[in-house]
């Protein structure tokens, strides 16, 4: 019964690779359900053609890709249509995700991602629906009452130009507070569907290293909710109690939640697909 509910927000997960990941999609590709949608992160290390190799090998397995756009690390206005071009040549651009970028300082003419969305160009490119960021936990650098009127602002922008939109939120180890979040969000009148950010299965030490670097919760409060301890990070700790926490609420598991799972897979794609599929499974 238990397993059930927990399960359904499994229904239409989805996953994030890096443009370096190509080969690792590959096998994994065999534990991942048709049409299920490939987001591809936008790398200060990666370049255009391998974001795009990316997305366009995610269509080629039968995934839907959704590339992302990281405003602050865009050099131009020709870098933003450069891209768009070519994802749109792939068949790739119906679905990207659009993100501030975490340069402390932009690198051109967009500080955040609403002057991305509203520049107003994404649909001549074909793109139907925008993803936005959330964050159950917070941020580091920015105040929580910027990060809701930048949402609502976005949300208003993309429902003026016809966007479909969807909140794809940080990874969160703390449960109770995406069920917080989840009745922030529909509080404020956000009606799209939350792709909730869940960490895959990763090395213990993986975990709290990404978890650092972009600052969401602390180490203890991670150990505590995963239930490891500081003294022992060898080994790998799954999101099984995480879902179960979050899916113990009908808010998250009714029909008209709105509320899905989406995977970081942190170099562990196969890891992450083959976890789902034996989770699920088991339920
Ligand atoms: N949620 C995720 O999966 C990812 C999140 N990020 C990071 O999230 C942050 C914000 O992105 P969005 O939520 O789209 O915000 P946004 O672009 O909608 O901006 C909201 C507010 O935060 C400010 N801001 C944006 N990026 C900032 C930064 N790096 N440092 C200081 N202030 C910043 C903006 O000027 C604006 O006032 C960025 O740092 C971004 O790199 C990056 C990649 C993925
Ligand atoms: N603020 C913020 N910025 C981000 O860039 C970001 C988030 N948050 N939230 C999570 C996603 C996931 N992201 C990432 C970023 C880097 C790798 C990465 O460095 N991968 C390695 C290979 C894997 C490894 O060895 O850990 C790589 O070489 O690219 C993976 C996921 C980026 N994302």
Redesign the pocket.
Known sequence: MEATTTTKVLDDFSL?MTGKDVPSLQQAAHAIPQGTRVNV??LGNENLQMRVEAAKEVLDLGFVPVP?I???RLKSETELCEFLEALQQAGASEHV????????TPEGPY?????VIRTGILQSYGVTEVG????PEG?P??NTE??W???EA?CTSLAEQGLGQVV????AFDAEAVVAWVHEVRSHGIEADLRI?TPGPAGIKRLLGYARR?GVGTSAGIAKKYGFSLTNLIGTAGPERFLKDMTSYESITSASSGVKAHF?TFGGLAATAEWVQDFTAQA
């Open positions: 994030e992160t936008f992302h990281s405003a602050r995700f659009v993100v501030g970028g975490d340069p402390a500080s955040d991602s609403l002057s936005i960021a959330g964050y941020h650098d920015i910027a990060l009127e930048h949402m976005k794809l939120t940080q990874f950010g972009f970081y």
